[in-house]
């Protein structure tokens, strides 16, 4: 069955620290899609990146970067120098090919940032 | 602003009683998705549309239906309320047929608070 496992349900930090957000997934399907959703205190949900299952490479904007690694089912999420904007709950999903179209979600992990 | 727009932002209503959201997608986009967020149940997916047929169905309530209409905005009607169906109300859209091959991009959601 597919599930996505957030085990950090919050990280505080202090401005400018480094911090890296786990996403763990479990899927059958050989094809599927990894996201990263931020949902600040306003409530939208934000997309953030979309990776699929035959493109391990990992992606840089800005101070984001994300680290996929299809051997430990991992997508995990870093923000380089955190700044206080960033406070959020982090959303790691998956959708796969075969079982549908539906995002399935983690549990989401708040981050916290303090200046 | 994703372009997804949902009204109203917020509802408040009664125990037993119906209400009906509204999801106007991005310009192009021909899928809409409804996704439920509580507390206890986290991100959940409801229903999709695509070109006003129904493509899939999630974790949706008998008292809970939806549709989309020619212009392709989509109405959820929740009936039969109970406290337990307070929750922020998510609609994203998408090109395609499925978000394994596009992003998805959501709304900035209705909270709806039963009482």
């Known amino acids: 069955a597919q599930k996505v496992t957030q085990a950090q349900t919050e990280i505080s930090v202090v401005e400018k620290e480094d911090v890296t957000l786990d996403c763990v997934y479990e899927t059958r399907d050989t094809t599927y899609y990894l996201f990263w959703y931020k949902q600040p205190p306003s409530g939208e949900l934000v997309f953030l990146i979309r990776r699929n299952s035959f493109d391990e490479q990992n992606e840089i904007s800005g101070r984001y970067s994300w680290n996929f690694q299809k051997s430990t089912s991992s997508f995990n999420f870093t923000i380089t120098a955190s700044q206080v904007v960033d406070s959020a709950v982090y959303f790691c999903a998956l959708s796969e090919a075969l079982a549908g179209t539906a995002l399935i979600f983690g549990k989401g992990t708040t981050l916290s940032v303090s200046s | 602003d994703s372009g997804v727009t949902q009204t109203p932002k917020h509802l408040i209503t009664a125990t037993g009683q119906r209400v009906t959201l509204r999801c106007s997608p991005r310009s192009g986009d021909l899928s809409v998705y409804w996704y439920q967020q509580s507390l206890d149940q986290g991100l959940q997916f409801l229903i999709q549309?695509?070109?006003?047929?129904?493509?899939a169905k999630g974790n949706i309530l008998e008292r809970f239906s939806a549709q989309q209409f020619p212009d392709l905005h989509s109405e959820l009607n929740l009936s039969s309320l109970e406290l337990g169906d307070s929750a922020l109300y998510f609609c994203?859209?998408?090109?395609?047929?499925?978000?394994?091959?596009?992003?998805?991009?959501f709304g900035q959601g209705t909270r709806l608070t039963v009482v």
């Open positions: 994203a859209s998408s090109v395609g047929e499925g978000t394994v091959s596009t992003e998805a991009f």
């Open positions: 549309y695509y070109n006003g047929e129904e493509r």
